[in-house]
């Protein structure tokens, strides 16, 4: 475990969202290392004795209390200067961001122990949503005092310097399937990681599998027990909480594209052509930008929901859809200078296909908002 020293701030770079600003620059110059599939590790040293480990832990738990407004500035910011490890930072980040939300509105006290620790430690979650959704995945087998976990969990970002899986399974009842909510240390012994991230984009998060073969649980750490296969409120939380703040990664990773893509258009006279490629390329991108203010307002008023759930979820399509469309008609618009990795057009555009593999994806997401319209049932929608 890297615990970086604590270091003073000035108070303008208390803000999250300024300190991500001052970080970028050399986050920027190190992501051509990270595109050989290095994990962002030196990034991580620079988060932590920033203070924006803990920035989304509430004041009273020792925290900066950022909400997730600041928290999707922050990670919008890092997208624009290294892809990578704005998606690895947002999966640690939304894992905070939850039990802190849940904290400041719901009272939910026991909470507050692992806050605490993410902000007097600054330990980095680590999260297998990637792997875990409604369904839940892994099998927990009933042992004396607690559960036996074997499991395999993919895209686990940021794994190589993970202190605390937040992870689930499954328990075979007898009234059926139930999932398990539950952290594991990454430094147990029963826990490894099978270093098979070799990727499109996005090939410095450390998304490794990690793998459970029989650590025990015991039943008091057990955070959570829902019916899998079923919506549950907390994944309502998750879903208000997690998408606009991932999925501003996103938005600054095509950012960033457009910014190059507009340097190298300007070196060269434009024909009405061009001019219509980068108009188009403005529009998708505005798209983008009010879809993802969506998801924040949708998040910020703090109403978890089915309803909020389909808001976000439609949301997450129309970013997702649209940095796509943008990013692809940077390359477009700038021609073959696009093509040569130096540019950092191509790595933009590889990074930025990570859009379309988070849940939930437009089937389920329109399966989902069809049968909201038509007052159906969506328990099982996902």
């Given at each position: 475990?890297?615990?970086?020293?604590?270091?003073?701030?000035?108070?303008?770079?208390?803000?999250?969202l300024?300190?991500?600003?001052?970080?970028?620059?050399?986050?920027?110059?190190?992501?051509?290392?990270?595109?050989?599939?290095?994990?962002?590790?030196?990034?991580?040293?620079?988060?932590?004795?920033?203070?924006?480990?803990?920035a989304?832990?509430?004041?009273?738990?020792?925290?900066?209390?950022?909400?997730?407004?600041?928290?999707?500035?922050?990670?919008?910011?890092?997208?624009?200067h290294?892809?990578?490890?704005a998606?690895?930072?947002?999966?640690?980040?939304?894992?905070?961001?939850?039990?802190?939300?849940?904290?400041?509105?719901?009272?939910?006290?026991?909470?507050?122990?692992?806050?605490?620790?993410?902000?007097?430690?600054?330990?980095?979650?680590?999260?297998?949503?990637?792997?875990?959704?409604?369904e839940?995945?892994?099998?927990?087998?009933?042992?004396?005092?607690?559960?036996?976990?074997?499991?395999?969990?993919?895209?686990?970002?940021?794994?190589?310097?993970?202190?605390?899986?937040?992870?689930?399974?499954?328990?075979?009842?007898?009234?059926?399937?139930?999932?398990?909510?539950?952290?594991?240390?990454?430094?147990?012994?029963?826990?490894?990681?099978?270093?098979v991230?070799?990727?499109?984009?996005?090939?410095?998060?450390?998304?490794?599998?990690?793998?459970?073969?029989?650590?025990?649980?015991?039943?008091?750490?057990?955070?959570?027990?829902?019916?899998?296969?079923?919506?549950?409120?907390?994944?309502?939380?998750?879903?208000?909480?997690?998408?606009?703040?991932?999925?501003?990664?996103?938005?600054?990773?095509?950012?960033s594209?457009?910014?190059?893509?507009?340097?190298?258009g300007?070196?060269?006279?434009?024909?009405?052509?061009?001019?219509?490629?980068?108009?188009?390329?403005?529009?998708?991108?505005?798209?983008?930008?009010?879809?993802h203010?969506?998801?924040?307002?949708?998040?910020?008023?703090?109403?978890?929901?089915?309803?909020?759930?389909?808001?976000?979820?439609?949301?997450?399509?129309?970013?997702?859809?649209?940095?796509?469309?943008?990013?692809?008609?940077?390359?477009?618009?700038?021609?073959?200078?696009?093509?040569?990795?130096?540019?950092?057009?191509?790595?933009?555009?590889?990074?930025?296909?990570?859009?379309?593999?988070?849940?939930?994806?437009?089937?389920?997401?329109?399966?989902?908002?069809?049968?909201?319209?038509?007052?159906?049932?969506?328990?099982?929608?996902?």
């Amino acid at each position: 475990m890297i615990i970086a020293a604590k270091i003073d701030q000035p108070e303008q770079f208390r803000d999250p969202l300024a300190i991500a600003r001052s970080l970028g620059p050399g986050f920027a110059a190190r992501a051509g290392e990270a595109d050989d599939d290095a994990f962002v590790a030196a990034n991580y040293q620079e988060l932590k004795a920033s203070g924006l480990v803990e920035a989304g832990v509430p004041t009273d738990l020792g925290g900066g209390g950022a909400g997730v407004g600041d928290l999707c500035a922050m990670i919008r910011e890092l997208g624009r200067h290294c892809g990578s490890t704005a998606l690895a930072f947002a999966m640690h980040t939304h894992q905070v961001a939850i039990p802190a939300w849940r904290w400041t509105h719901q009272q939910a006290a026991p909470v507050a122990p692992l806050l605490k620790r993410v902000a007097a430690e600054r330990i980095v979650l680590v999260s297998s949503g990637g792997s875990d959704w409604i369904e839940g995945s892994g099998r927990a087998e009933k042992v004396e005092g607690g559960y036996r976990i074997t499991a395999r969990k993919a895209f686990a970002s940021g794994a190589p310097v993970g202190d605390l899986l937040m992870t689930s399974a499954v328990a075979d009842e007898p009234d059926g399937p139930w999932v398990l909510h539950f952290g594991v240390p990454m430094s147990a012994p029963a826990v490894s990681i099978a270093p098979v991230w070799k990727a499109l984009g996005m090939r410095g998060t450390g998304s490794h599998d990690v793998l459970i073969d029989g650590h025990v649980v015991p039943d008091a750490a057990i955070a959570l027990r829902r019916k899998s296969g079923e919506w549950h409120m907390l994944f309502h939380i998750i879903s208000m909480i997690a998408f606009p703040i991932i999925y501003a990664a996103y938005l600054g990773v095509a950012e960033s594209a457009r910014e190059i893509a507009v340097g190298l258009g300007r070196r060269r006279a434009p024909g009405a052509h061009a001019i219509e490629l980068f108009g188009r390329m403005e529009t998708e991108l505005s798209a983008a930008r009010y879809a993802h203010a969506a998801m924040i307002a949708a998040a910020e008023r703090g109403t978890p929901s089915p309803e909020t759930t389909g808001e976000i979820m439609t949301a997450r399509v129309l970013v997702g859809r649209h940095v796509l469309a943008a990013v692809e008609l940077a390359m477009e618009a700038a021609g073959g200078a696009a093509f040569y990795r130096d540019a950092g057009l191509e790595r933009r555009f590889r990074d930025v296909q990570g859009a379309r593999y988070h849940p939930m994806r437009p089937g389920a997401q329109e399966d989902f908002v069809g049968r909201l319209a038509l007052g159906l049932d969506v328990s099982r929608s996902f």
